[in-house]
C-alpha cells in the first residue's frame, strides 16, 4: 500500500534553514509528481510546489521563490523539501502529498516545524 | 494569482444536505479536487477532477463545476462529516492554491 513518511518535528531559531524529508513506499516513486503543502497553526492549506522526482524538475509557489528548494533521491525514494531564512511565519505542518493524474490522492502525515526568536 | 473563495463555515444538521462552494474566475474550466480535513489529521480527497469519487469515499458526498463556482454536496450528512474543507483546482498554466477553507459543522 501507498505510504508517505515524514521525519520528524523541528524546532529552529529564526534566519536558519530546516529541511523535511517524506519517504515514499508501495508504488514506483519516479512516477508521480510530489507536491508539499504546508498548514499554519489554526490556518488553511498553503501550497508551497512540487517536484518531478524522475527528472528533478521543479515548480515553486511564488511566494516562496530564493527560499524553498525541493530535492529528491531515487535510491531511497525520498523527496526533501529545505526552506531557509525561516522566520516566525514559517510555524506551520509540512505535508508531502503525492499528485496522480490531476489530484492528490495520498498526503505524509505531516512535520511541525516550530521557528522561535 | 489566482484567488479562490469558500464561505467560512457551514451548518448543517444530521441528515440533511450540505453544499460548500468554491468560486474562482472561470473555474469551471479547471478540473477541481475536494479534500476533507479533520483536526489533528491530514487532509483526505473526497473529489477528484469535478465529481469523482476515489473508492472508499461514501456515496453521500458529490461534486460539480460550472461557470465561476464549484460545489461539494454532503447528502444525508452525518456527524463524521464534520470537519474542514478543501477545493483545490487543477490547471498547469497556474499555481496550485487551494481555497479558504470552510468548516462544516453538523448540528
Known amino acids: 500500500q501507498v505510504q508517505l513518511v515524514q521525519s520528524g518535528a523541528e524546532v529552529k531559531k529564526s534566519g536558519a534553514s530546516v529541511k523535511v524529508s517524506c519517504k515514499a513506499s508501495?508504488?514506483?516513486?519516479?512516477?508521480?509528481?510530489m507536491h508539499w503543502v504546508r498548514q499554519a497553526p489554526g490556518q488553511g492549506l498553503e501550497w508551497m510546489g512540487w517536484?518531478?522526482?524522475?527528472?528533478?524538475?521543479?515548480n515553486y509557489a511564488q511566494k516562496f521563490q530564493g527560499r524553498v528548494t525541493m530535492t529528491s533521491d531515487t535510491s531511497i525514494t525520498t523527496a526533501y523539501v529545505e526552506l531557509s531564512r525561516l522566520t516566525s511565519d514559517d510555524t506551520a505542518v509540512y505535508y508531502c502529498?503525492?499528485?496522480?493524474?490531476?489530484?492528490?490522492?495520498?498526503w505524509g502525515q505531516g512535520t511541525l516545524v516550530t521557528v522561535s526568536s | 494569482s489566482y484567488e479562490l473563495t469558500q464561505p467560512p463555515s457551514v451548518s448543517v444538521s444530521p441528515g440533511q444536505t450540505a453544499s460548500i462552494t468554491c468560486s474562482g474566475n472561470?473555474?469551471?474550466?479547471?478540473?477541481t479536487s475536494w479534500y476533507q480535513q479533520k483536526p489533528g489529521q491530514s487532509p483526505v480527497l473526497v473529489i477528484y477532477?469535478?465529481?469523482k469519487r476515489p473508492s472508499g469515499i461514501p456515496e453521500r458526498f458529490s461534486g460539480s463545476n460550472s461557470g465561476n463556482t464549484a460545489t461539494l454536496t454532503i447528502s444525508g450528512t452525518q456527524d463524521m462529516d464534520e470537519a474542514d474543507y478543501y477545493c483545490?483546482?487543477?490547471?498547469?498554466?497556474?499555481?496550485?492554491?487551494f481555497g479558504t477553507g470552510t468548516k462544516v459543522t453538523v448540528l
Open positions: 502529498a503525492r499528485e496522480m493524474n490531476k489530484m492528490v490522492d495520498y
Open positions: 508501495g508504488y514506483t516513486f519516479t512516477g508521480y509528481y
Open positions: 517536484i518531478n522526482p524522475n527528472s528533478g524538475n521543479t
Open positions: 472561470n473555474l469551471g474550466d479547471r478540473y
Open positions: 477532477q469535478n465529481y
Open positions: 483545490q483546482p487543477w490547471d498547469s498554466s497556474t499555481e496550485y492554491v
